[in-house]
Every structure is written in C-alpha cells, then in structure tokens.
C-alpha cells in the first residue's frame, strides 16, 4: 500500500501541477480576477516606504494593542472611527515583499511543486484508508473534499477580509478544480487492499 501512496503523491502532484499550468496560462483564471494596478508606479515607491518589512496589510485597521489598553469610551470610539472607514472605503488587504523575487523563477515552481505534493501526500493517504472499491466512488469522495477544501480556503477572505468577490471565486474555481484532476489520478493509483 506504501508503494501506491508514493504513486499517488507523485502522479497526483504531476496531475495538479498541469492543471495549475493550464489554470494560469491557458485559461487564465486569474486574469478576471486581478487586474494590473494602474499607478503602480507612483505607488510602489510610497508603498516601500510607507511598509517596514514583509507582511499582510489590512486598510482601514485598528491597532488592537492600543485599542486594549485605551480606556472604555475611547475605544468604542476608535472602533466606531473604524467602523465608518470600513463603510466608506476603500477598503483593502496589502501584500507586500520588500525585495522581489523573479516571478518564473525555477525555485518558485519547485516550491508550488512541493506544497502540490504534500497535499497530494494527504489526499493519497486519505485513499489508501477508505473501504471504497470504485474509482468512481473515492473520485466524488475526493471532490467533496475538494470543494470543502476551496470553500474553507477562500470563502472567508469574502467576509472577513472584504476581499473582491472575483478574487475570491478564482481561488474557490482554482482549488476545486486542481483537487478534482489530481484526484482523479489518485483514486485510480491508490486503492483498497482486496480482502
């Protein structure tokens, strides 16, 4: 059974990775989804020196250790300021690198390679316990995680984060879509021990 989870990783993370392949350059996802920034390069030499290393940036936001220690009435006010910031907007989540990296860059794909593959790993090794004989039947057990696995992913960046709704069904789309080939794969290496 070991040898056919190590398939599994293997031809499933293969199967996932051409499929992100496709995802991004054959049938661009991604491309309804984001959109080039237009002043970028008015804004990216600001952006550095607004940041002070790597990180996630949410706008408007609230600096909850100071909200803490502020006594009762100035926090509800600092939460009300923020509250009616939200509602104006904009509002937005930053992500920024201080340093760049080069976008095709063969240690970026190997690194998509690797978390494919350990995912694949987990997907295989969820096959190899299930009693399920079919392929049919451990392919739609798949894609049920598969869809659970997209939706708790990214379904909550919609709500908490307010990110764009596009953003937000490409990635849910991406998820779904790259477990469904994968699995399809691995269902098929990995199956039960016939008792």
Known sequence: MLRRVILGTILGALAAFAWAYVSWSAVRLYDWAVQPLPTANELAPQIARAVPRDGAYAFP?????????????ERAAAVAAWRQESERGPVGLLLVREHGRDPISVQRYLTAFGYMAFSAFL???????????SWAGRWVIGIVIALFAAMA????????FQLPARWVYAGIADTFLTWTVAT?????VVRPKQS
């Open 123 to 133: 997907m295989s090794t969820l096959m190899a316990g299930m009693r399920c004989p």
């Open 153 to 160: 992913a990214n379904g909550p960046g919609l709500a908490w």
């Open 61 to 73: 936001a609230l600096d909850m250790d100071a909200v803490r220690a502020m006594p009762d009435a």
């Open 184 to 188: 399809a794969v691995i269902a098929a």
